[in-house]
T-cell receptor, first 118, second 113 residues
Framework: DGGITQSPKYLFRKEGQNVTLSCEQN?????MYWYRQDPGQGLRLIYY???????QKGDIAEGYSVSREKKESFPLTVTSAQKNPTAFYLC?????????????????FGDGTRLSIL | AQSVSQHNHHVILSEAASLELGCNYS??????LFWYVQYPGQHLQLLLK??????LVKGIKGFEAEFIKSKFSFNLRKPSVQWSDTAEYFC???????????FGTGTRLKVLA
């Protein structure tokens, strides 16, 4: 079955340490996204990528970095500069708008990675 | 800047009660609208979507939503909720032609058996 795989499910980070969250999709989607979910704040966009080797900052990109070397993969690195990294991180993907419509397709989400600080 | 407001943060209903969750957005252009649901321990799933046409859209599991352009609203409704509807519900907006999706803060629904 096609879908999005995030790993690991749980991750612990020590102070001053960088950690990388994995996101792989086999849906052949061009666009991929990283969100952070905190209680009472909904989903906030960290980074998104429309195509391989291209990505844009979202609303809360500080302290995070991404790469998009392959269509299927969009890893997120939480750097030591992120002062409050404890959160639930969600990866998503979507198709791009078709030629005859401006409508974006719905996003498909992974199961998430819960990051905690030791 | 685009934003999405979900007015109810927590809702508690008894089974068979009717449900309406509010969603308002701020954006002057053409939008695509979505409702997602996150059941306990599961990933976000699409409930329904509006792109164009009939403003009343029907989704899975008996949910529907109505787009009222003049009110910038996209409220979610269900005539009779079930215990299995206990979940968190998110409204999302995407400005046509852009790749950004803006999510509301979510509404936690608890249905009492």
């Amino acid at each position: 079955d096609g879908g999005i795989t995030q790993s690991p499910k749980y991750l612990f980070r020590k102070e001053g340490q960088n950690v990388t969250l994995s996101c792989e999709q086999n849906l052949n989607h061009d666009a991929m996204y990283w969100y952070r979910q905190d209680p009472g704040q909904g989903l906030r966009l960290i980074y998104y990528s429309q195509i391989v080797n291209d990505f844009q900052k979202g609303d809360i990109a500080e302290g995070y970095s991404v790469s998009r070397e392959k269509k299927e993969s969009f890893p997120l690195t939480v750097t030591s500069a992120q002062k409050n990294p404890t959160a639930f991180y969600l990866c998503a993907s979507s198709r791009v708008p078709g030629r005859r419509t401006n409508s974006n397709q719905p996003q498909h989400f992974g199961d998430g990675t819960r990051l905690s600080i030791l | 800047a685009q934003s999405v407001s979900q007015h109810n943060h927590h809702v508690i209903l008894s089974e068979a009660a009717s449900l309406e969750l509010g969603c308002n957005y701020s954006y002057g252009g053409t939008v695509n609208l979505f409702w997602y649901v996150q059941y306990p321990g599961q990933h976000l799933q699409l409930l329904l979507k509006y792109f164009s046409g009939d403003p009343l859209v029907k989704g899975i599991k008996g949910f529907e939503a109505e787009f009222i352009k003049s009110k910038f609203s996209f409220n979610l409704r269900k005539p009779s909720v079930q215990w299995s509807d206990t979940a968190e519900y998110f409204c999302a907006v995407n400005a046509v032609g852009t790749y950004k999706y803006i999510f509301g803060t979510g509404t936690r629904l608890k249905v009492l058996a």
